[in-house]
């Protein structure tokens, strides 16, 4: 530590400074109070007090502000209510007082390379304080939509889930806000802004704590409910008319046969014996002159087919050449004039061997290829958009699938703008392809994150615009070919 009076550096253990002589039983007691006061905070977080875990934290900072392991569990729980600008100034001021050996450099790598978080602490704080603003301004029902979406990138913030419950409750609404409130509570058990809402909802509604009430098990439904019957089934008597009648129509048949056919064949058969003969002859030299002539037929016929075949085959890779320059050359426009995904869609049915020029496969390879910084940067783009226009975003989001495959990133957003837009089936699956990608990633934790709330049940946020989820599939869907 150092001393208070000359500044040098002297051990823990010392009661006296060793260079100006002061005396430093003082110091060592502060230090001890800090402590104290420490591992009160700490025993608070733990069971989910952490509004009266940030009161007694900040009292072991008043003692010793350079006790960095209460400044750090300050800024952890700073995190855990949902203020994270409070946590890392809490972390960045440790950092400044303690350099060496401090925890808070963890904590703050880790917040800075997660930019997907960073990003959504910034929504939340720019639309809280436009709700904010917009609920002194008498406007309740911009801050509800407001703050929903508030709560819904940030679950931990307490403040905004607080500001909505005050909002539901000034709208007589007092069951939502008291779900709300619950959902707070979880997060931090003894708020006294809570509680005190909760308290004046129990008053205005008669109600108390809610009790946990038995789950209503759904009634099994009938396997056979929907079955309908067809009409009264009577089986009929077997009779033997059907077989007298077979019978006698088989004895009626056999005498026609022997007493009007059989003698009129019999002597045709004598009179015409030669001339068939003849004719028989006739016919086999007739069969083997039209077996000559389809033999001769099918070769000229294969011929014809083969020489077409070449033709048609000519003509459409000709085609086909002339089309894909085509494509090149206003991929090379779109490129020149700084459209890079422009040009990488223009030419994403052409492989480099479909250009027989090397400069041309020089050419397709620059135009069809994004650079990971400009990916990087037309994917934040894309980020961006999402707070103006989720179906710009959409739009902008698959235009990059199409030309870059399986980017974890780029899929994850998808299922972020759907998300938004209300499409809970579409979003699952976007989430799920994110996941499938590779595992562990930030946006991998992300997708899993809200696919667990997905899957929950719980309310997924709605758009803005108030775009009907018709309208959304149709033009989200056109361009996908899963």
Known sequence: MKCPVCGNSVADNVYQCGFCGSDLSVVHYLRR???TYYNIGLQRAQVRDLSGSVEVLRQSLRFNKENKDARNLLGLVYYEMG??????????????????????????DALQKNQVQVDATNQTIKKYNAALQSAQSGNEDLAIIQLKKVVSLNPHFIRAAQLLALLYMKEKDYAK??????RVRKIDANNTTTLRYLKEIYELTGGGEAQDKPRKS??????????????AYREEKRSLMPFMYLIIGLVVGI???FVLIRPTLMKSSKDSGSEIADVNEQLSVKESQLKAVESEKED?????????????????????????????????????????????????????????????????????T?????????INKAREMINTSYDEALKQLKALKKVVKD?????????????????????????????AIQAGTEEAVQADRYLTELTGGKPVTTQDDHTTEGENDTEGDNNDNE
């Open 407 to 435: 980017n974890q990133k780029i899929l994850y957003l998808i299922g972020r703008c759907y998300h938004y837009k209300g499409n809970k089936k579409k979003a699952k699956k976007y989430y799920e392809k994110a996941i």
């Open 33 to 35: 109070v800090s402590g």
């Open 83 to 108: 203020e994270i600008t409070m946590a890392l100034s809490e972390w960045v001021l440790s950092k400044y007082l303690t350099p060496e050996g401090n925890a808070a450099d963890y904590y703050i």
């Open 255 to 257: 005498a026609v046969t």
């Open 370 to 378: 994004i650079d990971e910084k400009d990916l990087n940067a037309m």
């Open 177 to 182: 806000a008291e779900k709300c409130l619950q």
């Open 300 to 368: 000229l016929q294969s011929q014809i087919d083969e020489l077409k075949k070449k033709i048609e085959n000519a003509d459409t890779k000709a085609q086909q050449e002339t089309e894909n320059y085509e494509k090149l050359l206003k991929a090379i426009s779109l490129y020149i004039a700084d459209d890079k995904l422009g040009a990488a869609a223009a030419v994403e049915d052409c492989k480099k061997k479909d250009f027989n020029i090397k400069e041309a496969q020089g050419l397709y390879t620059t135009v069809s």
């Open 218 to 231: 759904k009634p099994k439904k009938d396997p056979l409910e929907n079955v309908r019957p067809v009409g």
